[in-house]
């Protein structure tokens, strides 16, 4: 792939071309349509609110995507969603974090895998609550719906939803004995087999089987740096035989992800419901697309736009053995629930959500993404998690028009994060330990919200929620033969701990103007908890680094309307007060000296933002959807020993401007079936990566844009599509790793997905 093959005015130029053919296409086809019946626009149903309404009757900012839609879309996991609602930015982690996802909600989230921090925004399958960024980049598989809640859902899903939430809904077993097959092949020989089966097991017991496999070659080469330079001047010796042009070890950004998820439903009366769900998936690929763009120290380490030096090996010293790590990211889990539903009376349901999840995540890492050793980091990471939760829910009505929910949560998390590290970069200090850290976490809450209909048209929802929380951190810190560490001895055997608790609030108004037009006012809170220090160069940082939660109080106005027929617009402008926000500061002179590793609560900013979302469908067989939003953000506090934040940086990485277009037309060919094409563009502004490298650093802005043909018969239970991802083959880089560019003077980024294709066929049964 050769980066920026068509210019930017080029991309919009065919953009614009192909929305012109395919607008020309339903024009040709509107005056046969419009004397057709009108096509109703699907309604959407969601349980934001622990009970099922209409989205245009829900006064929350939330996008919800059909699993129709997410196909028609080409969208393969929680990432291709996010990035095309308004003010959601995530991204799959670069190769120092592992198999882990980050992002953030209207400029609220997380990036750090390490246990030590939470999540800002919550993420949820089936109700169930995943409490960590390792193994949350999640398949769609078999899903009905995807609900992303924008701001904070404090009342509602609990801490660490400052930002938002996302919710996956998976389809349930009805019993209706059908299901489908399907098999993709495409680009670096990808290979996509999934399917489902729904069946009767006996009279009111229904079972679903779904599952997936998914494999792809990578696209940026990995290279033998000693092999590509022969007689380098650094010395280094070549691993793979010169010569042939063979010099390559492998390629990164490659998928290799299966997964099976099975349920049972069952529903003897119109009381009772028991829904039991069990899943396992694996994950065994290359690391992410990493490649150094800035290498002050050593410039031979910059290999290309879409290749690496990263070698994985550290070499023998007079003091250390040669140290070989795994170029794999590597994750195994598993989880069970059980979801029961009783309806104590017409007018009281009793919900209980009890699951339990582990798995066990390892990848190696090159941290400095180069082959020079005078610069050498690397490290061995191996993470177990075992998490418990137990949801109680009183659903219920008092009288007409009054609606609550009470309930109460309880979580048990144990993750283990057992790591191997190397650093050799610091001047005079081989830094080379183990830690095998266990971090216990717990959470409890207590919750209601009331739902009342003052008048036909007027309603106020009011929430609250209290939270307990704890987590402690124990550090073990060895050398490599299992002696205290020579440096951060210290540490060894150090537990610190944190413990907390918060109350989060929530107050709406939602007035009905007209049928159409429904206008809300919010203030609502949320928080992301508290916790230690994670990287800790003594015990003082340890033990007196441990932070408090995070804290934002939002102010949000907005409607929900259905201008003409057959669409819905929604908007809404927010303000957010941001406070105790959890940053790393650079002078620990109070925490024992040396170098600094304490994070604590040393800023507070302002956010605000608008948000726009529409869907038509204006004739039979056209559908158009879009949605931008834009946010801002300023520092009002900075505390001076971070001394890498300055007072007029953004605070945030969420880009200022996104914005999203979709359109298709589905044209009937009669007893041939049907043809539909579809074009998505995507835009992404660019992207405040802090400063790393010294001067405020930004990500470039990009578009990406989605070619999808697809073939039904009349029957409509078979399906062919081809699918161009990137059609324009955008150059684009979603993360910047710059930790460590003091000490080597070099950064990596990590690149977006090249242009592909994919062949589709899909059969239902």
């Given at each position: ?410 979580s048990d998390q144990l993750t283990t994060y057992y790591t191997v590290q190397d650093i050799r970069y610091i001047p005079g200090l081989l830094l080379q330990f183990q830690g095998n850290d266990p971090v216990n976490a717990d959470s409890f809450a207590v919750f209601g919200t009331v739902i009342a209909s003052v008048t036909d048209d007027l309603t106020i929802t009011a ?303």
């Amino acid at each position: 792939m050769t980066p920026f093959t068509l210019h930017r005015k080029k991309q919009f130029r065919v953009g614009m071309v192909s929305l012109a053919a395919l607008m020309a296409l339903g024009s040709a086809s509107s005056a046969t349509a419009q004397e057709e019946e009108m096509m109703t626009l699907e309604e959407i149903v969601v349980t934001a609110q622990f009970r099922e309404q209409n989205l245009q009757d829900t006064p929350l900012a939330i996008t919800a995507v059909s699993g129709e839609m997410m196909e028609a879309r080409s969208q393969i996991n929680i990432v291709d969603v996010a990035v095309q609602a308004p003010s959601v930015y995530f991204i799959q982690a670069g190769g120092a974090f592992g198999p882990s996802l980050g992002g953030e909600i209207r400029g609220v989230g997380q990036f750090d895998f390490n246990p030590a921090y939470e999540p800002g925004v919550g993420i949820y399958v089936d109700d169930v609550y995943y409490p960590i960024l390792t193994g949350s980049v999640m398949d769609l598989l078999d899903l009905e719906r995807v609900e992303i809640l924008r701001g904070p859902q404090g009342t509602l899903t609990g801490r660490n939803s400052i930002g938002g939430a996302i919710k996956m809904v998976s389809r349930r077993p009805t019993g209706e004995s059908q299901g489908y097959v399907s098999a993709s092949y495409g680009s670096r020989d990808l290979i996509d087999i999934r399917g489902s089966a729904d069946f009767t097991l006996t009279d009111n017991l229904y079972a679903r089987v779904s599952g997936v496999h998914k494999e792809q070659k990578g696209w940026v080469d990995r290279v033998d740096y000693g092999c590509a330079n022969p007689g380098n001047p650094e010395g280094i010796p070549a691993f793979l035989p010169s010569g042939g042009g063979k010099c390559t070890f492998d390629k990164l950004g490659g998928e290799g992800y299966t997964a099976l998820r099975g349920m049972v439903n069952y529903a003897p009366d119109e009381k009772l419901n028991i829904l039991i769900t069990a899943d396992v998936s694996n994950v065994d690929r290359t690391p992410a697309a990493d490649v150094v763009t800035v290498s002050n120290f050593n410039p031979n380490m910059i290999c290309g736009p879409t290749c690496s030096y990263a070698n994985y090996y550290l070499p023998a010293t007079e003091s250390s053995e040669a140290n070989i790590l795994d170029a794999r990211s590597r994750f195994k889990g598993w989880g069970l629930s059980a979801n029961i539903d009783y309806a104590l009376t017409d007018n009281l349901q009793l919900q209980s959500i009890t699951a339990y999840r582990e798995f066990n995540a390892k990848w190696g890492t090159d941290d400095d993404s180069g082959a020079d050793p005078s610069f050498g980091a690397g490290g061995w990471n191996d993470m177990s998690h075992d998490f418990f939760s137990q949801e109680i829910r009183l659903n219920g009505q008092i009288s007409d028009g009054i609606d609550f929910t009470v309930g109460a949560f309880y979580s048990d998390q144990l993750t283990t994060y057992y790591t191997v590290q190397d650093i050799r970069y610091i001047p005079g200090l081989l830094l080379q330990f183990q830690g095998n850290d266990p971090v216990n976490a717990d959470s409890f809450a207590v919750f209601g919200t009331v739902i009342a209909s003052v008048t036909d048209d007027l309603t106020i929802t009011a929430g609250v929620r209290y939270t307990e929380e704890s987590k402690d951190y124990t550090f073990v810190r060895k050398n490599f033969d299992g002696t205290t560490s020579f440096v951060l001895g210290t540490l060894d055997g150090v537990t610190a701990e944190y413990s907390g608790d918060n109350v989060d609030y929530r107050v709406t108004a939602d007035y009905r103007f007209a049928e159409n037009f429904m206008a809300y006012a919010t203030i609502s809170t949320g928080f992301k908890g508290g916790g230690v220090s994670a990287r800790p160069f003594n015990a003082t940082q340890a033990l007196e680094g441990s932070f408090n939660p995070e804290k934002l109080i939002n102010y949000e106005v907005g409607f929900k309307a259905e201008p003409f027929e057959n669409s819905r617009l929604n908007f809404a402008v927010f303000y957010n007060d941001y406070t105790d926000l959890q940053i790393p500061i650079s002078d620990c002179s109070a925490y024992g000296g040396g170098p600094c590793g304490v994070v604590l609560n040393g800023g507070d900013a302002e956010f605000w933002g608008v948000e726009l979302e529409f869907e038509t469908q204006p004739v039979e067989g056209l559908s158009i959807n879009a949605s931008a939003s834009y946010i801002d953000t300023k520092w009002t506090r900075v505390d001076e020993r971070a001394t890498s934040i300055n007072l007029t940086d953004r605070v945030s990485s969420t880009p200022t401007w996104q914005a999203s277009f979709g359109i298709q037309y589905e044209a009937d060919l009669g007893e041939n079936g049907s043809i539909t094409p579809r074009f998505d563009m995507t835009y992404i502004d660019k992207r405040f990566v802090g400063r790393g490298l010294g001067d405020p650093g930004f990500l470039p802005s990009y578009t990406l844009a989605t070619a999808r043909l697809t073939w039904r018969n009349a029957d409509q239970d078979l399906a062919v599509s081809l699918a161009v991802t990137n059609l324009f083959d955008e150059y684009y880089k979603t993360s910047q790793f710059s930790a460590l560019f003091n000490f080597t003077g070099g950064a990596y980024d990590t690149l977006g997905k090249p242009r592909e294709w994919m062949l589709n066929v899909k059969k239902d049964f």
